[in-house]
């Protein structure tokens, strides 16, 4: 049996005119997790990333904390679905970038109806695939560890939309479910599959070990 961690990237830039790149907070999260791994002797026998810049740098604060050297393979179907596609698919009225609370409430309230029609093939979100096609480039890199790495340890770093579909996937859930879990995974967390070369069984979802101090408890974030 092998073992699959699956890692969110870390706080990212909500809000912000780009969001694709870790915050100073994202950065430490991650650089924390891959000191705990350090700590506790866990090292990976390869790693496997989205092709998002988040994604890149939340490896590179990983791998500075850890001390590692690997090099990840690119797979673009872990690349998280677009959010702001998803909602003008469903609401073509201009919206300013939210910056109260009621402001991120409507956000991820939108967010949620349109994945939901999204998945259920209601509405194409301008310039991303079907949602069968988004499933099958997440399940082709869990289809890839079961092949080639049976028995070892991998890491997968992605986003809270391609591993949520990967738990939902492995647990046989309806998509209303799936965006339940989506909606819910922290920056960082850490989720374990165990792998056989048949099949994957979920460990753990959504941990955050790394930062389970008092003095930490600011660290956790969501967006």
């Known amino acids: ?59 590179e604060a990983i791998a500075a904390g850890a001390g590692w050297q690997l090099q990840p393979l690119e797979w673009p179907g872990l690349n998280e679905y677009d959010g702001e596609a998803v909602i003008r698919s469903i609401c073509n009225q201009p919206r300013e970038r939210p910056d109260t609370a009621e402001g991120y409430r409507q956000h991820f309230r939108l967010l949620r109806d349109g994945l939901a029609q999204w998945m259920a093939g209601t509405v194409s979100p301008r310039g991303m695939p079907s949602y069968p096609e988004f499933v099958r480039g997440v399940t082709s890199a869990l289809d890839h560890v079961r092949q080639r790495h049976h028995g070892q340890r991998v890491l997968i770093v992605s986003s809270g939309g391609p591993i949520a579909t990967a738990v939902g996937h492995v647990l046989g859930l ?4 799936t965006i339940d879990l989506n909606m819910r995974i922290r920056n960082s967390a850490v989720s374990e599959f165990q792998f056989s070369p048949k099949r994957h069984t979920l460990l753990t979802y959504n941990t955050l070990p790394h930062l389970d101090r008092p003095e930490l408890g600011d660290w956790v974030t969501y967006a």
Do not use: K, N
């Open 1 to 59: 049996m092998g073992t699959l961690y699956l890692v969110r990237h870390g706080q990212a830039s909500f809000g912000a005119e780009d969001y694709d790149q870790l915050s100073d907070l994202g950065r430490r999260q991650c650089e924390r997790l891959g000191g705990h791994w350090a700590e506790r002797q866990v090292a990976f026998d390869a790693v496997i990333s989205g092709t998002l810049r988040r994604h890149r740098q939340t490896w």
């Open 174 to 177: 309806s998509p209303e479910r």
